[in-house]
Each structure stands twice: as structure tokens, then as C-alpha cells.
């Protein structure tokens, strides 16, 4: 696509998506398409959609069931640092 542009339609390109930004919703269709075909062609499952694989609307269910607690939470956020805690020490 790009080897056959030329400056100009490059540049008009770069003001469209300036004005226009959409790529994390791009982004995340693409990968909760992607993730929906893996998992149908190897589980077969009916019941999935491509939204139960997407990271910016997930399905209402989805929400209530995974909720945390402050300390789980904390616990994760240690992991990230390799077990550092950053905060105030009590």
C-alpha cells in the first residue's frame, strides 16, 4: 500500500488519522477477531462472540464476576516490580 503512495497522499494520510484517531479501538477489533477465530476453530464453543475477547468493552457479565479486592490487587501490582512495593510504609 505505501509503495504505491505518493508524499503527498502520505502526508494527507497522517492528517487524517491525526484528526481522526481510532487506534486502540482498531487495535483491540483486530486482536478480539483474531483471539474469537483461535478459539473457535479449536474449542467450537457457539457461545463465544469476538466482544467476550475485547479489552475495551467487555460484556456486562464480565465486569461483576472479576472483581478484586484492594489486596489482591496490591498483590499483582508487587508481581509487576519483581516484588517491590512502592508506597508509604506503614
Do not use: K, V
Not at 8 to 19: A, C, N, P, V
Not at 45 to 73: C, H, K, R, V, W
Amino acid at each position: 500500500m505505501l509503495a504505491g503512495m505518493t508524499s503527498s497522499e502520505l502526508g494527507d494520510w497522517h492528517l487524517f488519522y491525526r484528526e481522526r484517531y481510532f487506534q486502540d479501538a482498531q487495535l483491540d477489533a483486530h486482536f478480539s477477531s483474531l483471539l474469537y477465530t483461535i478459539s473457535t476453530f479449536l474449542y467450537q464453543d457457539p457461545d463465544i462472540t469476538p466482544a467476550d475477547f475485547s479489552l475495551l468493552s467487555p460484556s456486562a457479565g464480565a465486569g461483576a464476576d472479576n472483581e478484586q479486592d484492594d489486596d489482591a490487587m496490591m498483590l499483582a501490582a508487587e508481581g509487576i516490580t519483581g516484588g517491590t512495593r512502592y508506597g508509604p510504609a506503614d
